[in-house]
């Protein structure tokens, strides 16, 4: 471990002549490691009660009966493979150090009880990683740093009276305990495991010791079984962090308890995060659950189905977050309870940092709680739900400099980005193709704007839109490009000519149109054919001079030739460039055609494939299509 660790040359031969020292020291100190004689003749030898021969010998004899007893000798005995398990070494080690009983809590909950800290960490870890079954690598650590728990060094350079105080470092422990099942990375993870379970280990910040005093891990484990004794609270605060991690979007409805909670006719897209209750039911109560959302809106039938995406949480992410949140109250319990439980410094601080690990704890829980939307979809005629996941793409979206999870954000990253579903930009010719303007007979010339909203978020398979502003945008783009005119007030009425009874100044068309002049309640649009025309200005004659009369028609000469337009001078030059390519050429090509388009201003590409098997339906329009007219390049 020294070895992996020097930095320089000199640090290296520094350790390996410490090596050599060790292989000296292992060879008279055997079959005991010399950290635990060494740490009996120094730190335990400034106890009264410890007896320096005799005692030392009863307990190392009583260490090596235990170890084999039960066949797990290992290479020597160290402080960390002492088996205070074994009633006859724990009763040893209790008589020698003078313990009494009042170290029997710290024996239950950490060190040997059936259930103790110790013990349970073990159990995780093996079951994470199998190498380590059977290794018992925290109890190892926990039993040294009891055993380093009574007694102290002599300080150098101070007089003999002058001891540091019990428990040992983090580098001392290391030194006495990393051998070849146990190298320093894992026992220092172990080590942090212990620190943040263990109900009666103290770190001041230099030394781990084990205490008959509780630190301040078990005033939180307390708190946290009250919290837990009323899920009712967890569930409030869950909800109103949620609520806080969404404040400022109108169109996030955080845990509807009723179809009526989410509102109907807003002219935006809304998302309704369910409750975590969600998750527990059973595939036949979710699917009938988010219909009922979908589709209704308390007892009457939702008329905005095309705006509206319910949030879905993760089973797995429920019970995890639920956990977070409860240690998080009972942090603000202790916390505010510092005095009472008369708190030291140190363990003032080690609750800060605890606390700064919970609440990332808190906002990782909420990133991943909500993976997946459900939409409303129609297909052959019937209402059915289509399921989007986040699945393995990872979202650019995860926490805030504020660090609070930007839940919303992440749900409309997903739609908008990832599996596009909904569009921030409406091609204006989609307007005229959805609605059918001039299709049906008799033709539908031109349709009121508010209807163009109500449309676009109630109907089923048509585009759907982040807010009304993006219709705002279309129409005024589609006034610009002559796709359709703009009219403002009350639905004007068509003659029998088929053009709209209003006043030609009043209608814009082809020219510029910014979209916060476009009223969507009360606008109008009409197509180009039924624009009334331009009135002619009146022609008032004036007076006729007088002078000869002007010869009749008859008599007037032929009129000659119109002249001919020159021709023009420029000529024009034409790059015509074809070839057949797979995804990754394309990519490489496209470099060239963008050189082409800067040197022409615009390039006209003609796109043909062919597939064998025919293409998916589904897949050309959402990810071919759609794409190609929300960037206007088809329409």
């Known amino acids: 471990m020294r070895k992996a660790y020097a930095g320089t040359a000199a640090e290296e031969q520094q350790a390996a002549e410490e090596g050599i020292q060790l292989r000296d020291r292992m060879r008279l100190a055997y079959p005991f490691h010399p950290a635990l004689l060494d740490l009996m003749r120094q730190r335990w030898a400034s106890l009264p009660e410890y007896q320096r021969t005799r005692g030392a010998l009863r307990f190392l004899a009583a260490c090596l009966r235990a170890q084999h007893k039960v066949g797990k000798s290992g290479v020597v005995l160290g402080p960390g493979d002492v088996m205070l398990n074994d009633h006859e070494v724990r009763r040893a080690c209790i008589k020698e150090l003078g313990l009494m009983n009042r170290f029997d809590a710290v024996f239950q909950a950490d060190l040997v009880g059936p259930n103790s800290t110790a013990s349970r960490i073990d159990r995780l870890r093996a079951k994470a990683n199998p190498a380590e079954v059977g290794k018992g690598l925290p109890s190892r650590l926990a039993t040294a740093i009891f055993l380093y728990s009574f007694g102290g060094l002599r300080r150098e350079g101070a007089g003999t009276k002058e001891v540091l105080p019990p428990g040992v470092s983090e580098s001392d422990l290391l030194a006495a305990c990393v051998g070849p099942d146990l190298d320093s990375l894992t026992a220092k993870a172990c080590l942090g495991e212990l620190r943040q379970a263990c109900l009666y280990l103290h770190f001041d910040g230099v030394r781990f010791c084990f205490k008959q005093d509780p630190n301040v891990t078990l005033l939180i484990e307390q708190e946290a079984d009250a919290v837990a004794r009323d899920e009712g609270l967890v569930t409030a605060e869950i909800k109103q962090m949620l609520e806080e991690r969404m404040a400022g979007h109108h169109a996030a409805i955080p845990w509807p308890g009723a179809s009526g909670e989410i509102p109907d006719e807003q002219p935006r897209f809304q998302i309704a995060y369910l409750p975590l209750d969600f998750a527990t039911k059973s595939t036949k109560e979710r699917d009938a659950l988010a219909n009922e959302f979908l589709e209704k809106c308390g007892g009457k039938p939702r008329i905005y189905k095309n705006g509206l995406a319910l949030s879905i949480p993760a089973a797995d992410q429920t019970e995890s977050l639920r956990r977070e949140v409860r240690y998080s109250m009972a942090f603000d319990r202790v916390s505010k309870a510092a005095k009472k439980h008369n708190l030291t410094k140190e363990q003032t601080e080690e609750l800060r940092e605890r606390r700064a690990t919970n609440t990332s704890a808190i906002e990782s829980a909420f990133v991943k709680l909500y993976p997946e939307v459900w939409l409303p979809k129609l297909d052959q005629g019937t209402i059915t739900i289509e399921k989007i996941a986040v699945g393995g793409r990872p979202l650019q979206t995860t926490i805030s400099d504020k660090h609070l999870a930007m839940i919303f954000e992440r749900s409309m990253e997903l739609l908008t980005q990832v599996q596009a579903r909904v569009f921030a930009k409406l091609n204006p010719v989609k307007i005229v193709e959805l609605f059918k303007l001039g299709e049906e007979q008799p033709p539908r010339l031109g349709i ?188």
């Open 448 to 635: 009121r704007c508010a209807d163009v909203v109500s449309g676009f978020y109630s109907f089923l398979g048509y585009t759907r839109l982040t807010s009304k502003e993006v219709v705002q945008k279309a129409i005024a783009r589609g006034v610009q490009e002559g796709v359709f005119g703009y009219f403002t007030g009350s639905a004007p009425a068509l003659d029998a000519a088929g053009k709209y009874q209003v006043a030609r100044n009043k209608v814009r068309f082809d020219g510029p149109l910014s979209e916060d002049e476009v009223d969507l309640e009360s606008g109008f649009v009409m197509l180009p054919q039924a624009i009334p025309a331009e009135a002619a200005p009146p022609v008032s004659p004036g007076p006729v001079p007088p002078g000869p009369t002007p010869p009749s028609d008859e008599h007037a000469p032929p009129p000659g030739p119109a002249p001919s337009p020159t021709p023009p001078t420029a000529t024009e030059t034409v790059v015509q460039v074809g070839f057949t390519a797979n995804r990754d050429e394309l990519y490489m090509a496209w470099e060239a055609i963008a050189n082409l388009a800067d040197m022409a201003g615009k390039v006209e590409v003609s796109i043909r494939a062919e597939c064998e098997t025919g293409f998916d339906k589904s897949k050309l329009q959402n990810g071919v299509l759609e794409p190609l007219r929300e960037a206007d390049l088809i329409k």
